[in-house]
């Protein structure tokens, strides 16, 4: 092969690709993703100065921060966003670590049934399972209170689920434990055994091993869950939403909607409120980089060995603790959301009709939910769609080049991590009301839809990225000894290649488009609602009856869907034979 002439030296990349051609694709993506997740951020701290209106030139000023930091309900919410945040990790954080080893390095009889319910509990709208503890926990007419409230020396012990521990309560019951223990299981599972054998011949017990050997082992995994957790501190917002607003209790999340929904609507305030997630994010960055690269930590190595802890006399009270939590995560609140929809007046019994199809019919004719539904559709269908044929050729030039810039690349794909949704939904109000030429697509299904691919971009790159890892290059080497070119071998080689990783992907981009509403609820109008915003406007109106419905087809859309896709997707690509 005849070498390059000198001044056309090339980068080595897996194709034929000129230098020019790779570092323009890196300048497309760099500058797309750069615009699309920076610049709304950008935007956010700007105009947080600017106390003139979105149409109006830019007046700028300290008034925004001193109206927003002067007001003491700010103070308060910040407090209340703090509180929240220590308390429920505090519980959830612990017990997802025990969830976790019981299922990935103990005998715990049904650990694989465990971990796939633990994935159902995820996949589920934190919408359904808030909703199913209201249904529950409702002062004067949840079930549980009816049924205590019917034994004659605990009739006056009523759990609120409106309360400071009701949103504790429900906030264990979505996500706070179910995301812990996805993320921890696999790390819990690759860890070599040798270390814990090491501890037992030395005389120390299952408990003592697990506190003193695994969990020091585990520590980068449990830091960057934890840190990712204390960020959710500042994106949690339908359950304060739901549960807080009716009593007065607002978080920062909650707080940046009431202004931004304000008339007219605060949003300078909003935006230096949204702020502060900005200097937080200066902060967790380097210190999640700086926690883990401070140690080595080595769990696989070539003399890998795997063995699983004999629980003893604690395999069936583990088994029976995981089961009951499982029961509280998914069972519960499931059955709840679908029995409310068909029951005239859910918990009560005692009627002459209890059970009845009335408010299904009544739904399925119902304008409004079908076109939420219809939207919902859309959304989530385009960003199940767009997220895997993008973030795939993001992961595919951070592996597999040696283009400058793919360092920068990867640590933006990182960001959107750390950016709660309500900012991120902040962030692309003012791009696009504040800029001309984007104004006209505010209250579109585009809009939605680019702010529900922004979610999500770091799991899927980061899922990606390990795929390609382990891919070998055999394959597209052969395909580019035969003449292919970079966009042929791709969507030739690495497509089929990586298609069943990219069906999980779309699946999960298609539930985060379908369940969330903090990321769009400052985005949408009434003709563009999805059905999570429809049920946050039916359970604040007390349209409970409704309100079940509308969670019951985002259900069956999610949960369907990934049922299907599982069947499908083990059929995509490539196959053993």
Avoid at 324 to 329: G, M, P
Avoid at 544 to 551: K, P, V
Wanted: aromatic residues 14%; hydrophobic residues 55%.
């Amino acid at each position: 092969m005849n070498e390059p002439a000198a001044g056309t030296s090339r980068i080595a990349l897996p194709f034929d690709l000129q230098i020019n051609r790779g570092l323009f694709l890196m300048i497309v993506l760099l500058g797309t993703l750069g615009f699309y997740i920076l610049y709304p951020l950008i935007l956010i701290l700007i105009n947080s100065f600017n106390v003139a209106s979105i149409a109006d030139d830019p007046v700028y000023s300290f008034a925004p921060w001193r109206a927003a930091f002067g007001d003491p309900e700010l103070w308060v919410s910040l407090w209340n966003t703090i509180k929240v945040a220590v308390i429920y990790q505090s519980i959830a954080f612990p017990v997802a670590i025990l969830i976790s080893w019981l299922i990935a390095r103990t005998d715990m009889r049904f650990a694989k049934g465990f971990e796939f319910m633990f994935w159902v509990s995820f996949l589920l709208p934190s919408l359904a399972t808030t909703f199913g503890w209201i249904m529950l926990l409702d002062p004067s007419s949840g079930l549980i209170n009816r049924w205590i409230h019917g034994i004659p020396f605990l009739k006056d012990v009523t759990f609120n689920i409106y309360s400071f521990w009701g949103i504790i309560w429900a906030h264990l019951m979505a996500n706070g434990i179910s995301i812990k223990v996805m993320l921890l299981t696999p790390a819990f599972r690759r860890m070599d055994s040798t270390l814990e054998e090491a501890s037992r011949m030395m005389g120390g017990n299952t408990w003592t091993t697990m506190l003193r050997i695994t969990m020091p082992v585990m520590t980068p995994a449990l830091v960057v869950v934890f840190l990712l957790s204390l960020i959710r501190m500042f994106s949690t917002f339908e359950t304060e939403l739901l549960l807080g607003a009716p009593w007065g209790f607002y978080v920062y999340s909650t707080k940046i909607v009431d202004m931004a929904k304000q008339d007219p609507p605060l949003l300078n305030q909003a935006a230096a409120l949204g702020s502060i997630t900005l200097i937080f994010l200066a902060i967790f960055i380097p210190l999640q980089r700086w926690l883990i690269n401070r140690r080595q930590f080595t769990t696989v190595t070539g003399q890998f060995k795997a063995k699983l802890v004999d629980l003893e006399g604690w395999r069936i009270p583990g088994t029976i603790f995981v089961f009951f939590v499982v029961c509280l995560l998914v069972i519960i609140p499931t059955l709840s959301v679908i029995g409310s929809s068909f029951m005239v007046h859910f918990g009560f019994f005692d009627l002459p009709q209890v059970w009845t199809l009335e408010y299904w019919y009544l739904a399925l004719n119902d304008s409004g939910l079908l076109l939420a539904f219809k939207n919902t559709l859309i959304v989530a269908g385009m960003a199940a769609i767009i997220g895997p044929l993008v973030f795939s050729l993001v992961a595919y030039v951070i592996v597999r080049t040696q283009l400058p810039g793919r360092g920068l690349l990867d640590s933006i794909c990182w960001i959107p991590s750390a950016i709660p949704g309500i900012l991120a939904g902040l962030g692309l109000l003012w791009m696009f009301l504040g800029t001309p030429f984007f104004r006209p697509f505010y209250g579109s299904l585009f809009l939605l839809t680019l702010a529900t691919v922004l979610g999500g971009i770091t799991i899927s790159t980061q899922v990606l990225k390990s795929n390609f890892i382990q891919l070998g290059k055999e394959l597209e080497e052969a395909s580019r000894m035969s003449g292919a070119g970079f966009w042929k071998t791709y969507f030739k080689i690495v497509i089929p290649l990586m298609a069943q990783t990219m069906v999980l992907i779309g699946v999960l981009k298609f539930m985060f488009a379908a369940q969330h509403t903090s990321s769009i609820i400052l985005l949408a109008t009434s003709h563009t609602w999805t059905l999570s915003l429809l049920t946050l406007e039916q359970i604040g109106y007390g349209y409970y009856e409704q309100a079940s419905i509308t969670i019951s087809l985002i259900i069956i859309l999610t949960l369907g869907l990934a049922i299907v896709a599982r069947s499908f997707g083990l059929k995509v690509g490539i196959q053993a034979s």
